[in-house]
């Protein structure tokens, strides 16, 4: 079965240091990897997508998320973090190889990321 | 381009009350979703459909009803409101599997039921 987890509920940096928010999958074959970005009474929106080739993948926002396949890991990255990077973050899986219900994707939990002046 | 549109945005219901939950793509995309997001929870699949007249269930669809009668359109049903249903209701869409490039998220409906 496929799953995602995000193991932290909260991530809390200070404004200009780096930031990690983690995520680590599970499916049975090949991963398409999502992040997802929502702020305070919004709707989801993408932020990044790794479907196949170079395993660091840039996305908005001067965010960027490695593919470690070894690992399963698909941890979110960003150089310097600012004040408007608070909102909850989403890691989103699904399995390439199949279709029907097993092609749905798979949230995690979210991960809220507070970053302070 | 106006992407996956819901509404209503806001809705309190009373216990035992219906209503729709409105839905509209205009990307031409033949899958579409409901999600509830509850704090904490993540995001739930209520139901989905991959085309025209054909819904499944996802995995807490207990309560809801869906229809696909067109591509564009995807209403979620709430028969008998129960307060277990407040919560934010996301309907997404995509294309299938083979021109899978992620989801396209509706900008949510929060719902309360009193």
């Known amino acids: 079965a496929q799953s995602v987890a995000q193991p932290e509920d909260q991530v809390n940096v200070a404004e200009g240091n780096p930031l990690t928010v983690k995520c680590t999958y599970s499916?049975?074959?090949?991963?398409?990897l999502f992040w997802y970005v929502q702020y305070p009474n919004r709707g989801l929106q993408f932020l990044l997508k790794y479907i196949t080739g170079d395993n660091l993948v840039k996305g908005s926002y001067g965010f960027e998320a490695e593919f470690n396949k070894s690992q399963t890991s698909f941890h979110l990255k960003k150089p310097s973090a600012l004040v408007s990077d608070s909102a909850l973050y989403f890691c989103a899986v699904r399995d390439a190889d199949y279709g029907g219900s097993q092609g749905n994707l798979i949230f995690g939990k979210g991960t809220k990321l507070s970053v302070k002046p | 381009n106006a992407g996956v549109t819901q509404t209503p945005k806001f809705r309190i219901l009373k216990i035992g009350q219906s209503m729709t939950l409105q839905c509209t793509q205009d990307m031409n995309h033949n899958y579409m979703y409901w999600y509830r997001q509850d704090p904490g929870m993540g995001l739930k699949l209520i139901y989905y459909s991959v085309g025209a007249g054909i819904t499944d269930k996802g995995e807490v669809p207990n309560g809801y009803n869906v229809s696909r009668s067109t591509t564009e359109d995807f209403p979620l049903r709430l028969e008998l409101a129960a307060p277990s249903q407040t919560s934010v209701y996301f309907c997404?869409?995509?294309?299938?599997?083979?021109?899978?490039?992620?989801?396209?998220f509706g900008s949510g409906t929060r719902l309360t039921v009193v």
């Open positions: 997404a869409s995509s294309y299938s599997p083979k021109g899978f490039i992620g989801y396209t």
């Open positions: 499916v049975s074959g090949n991963p398409y």
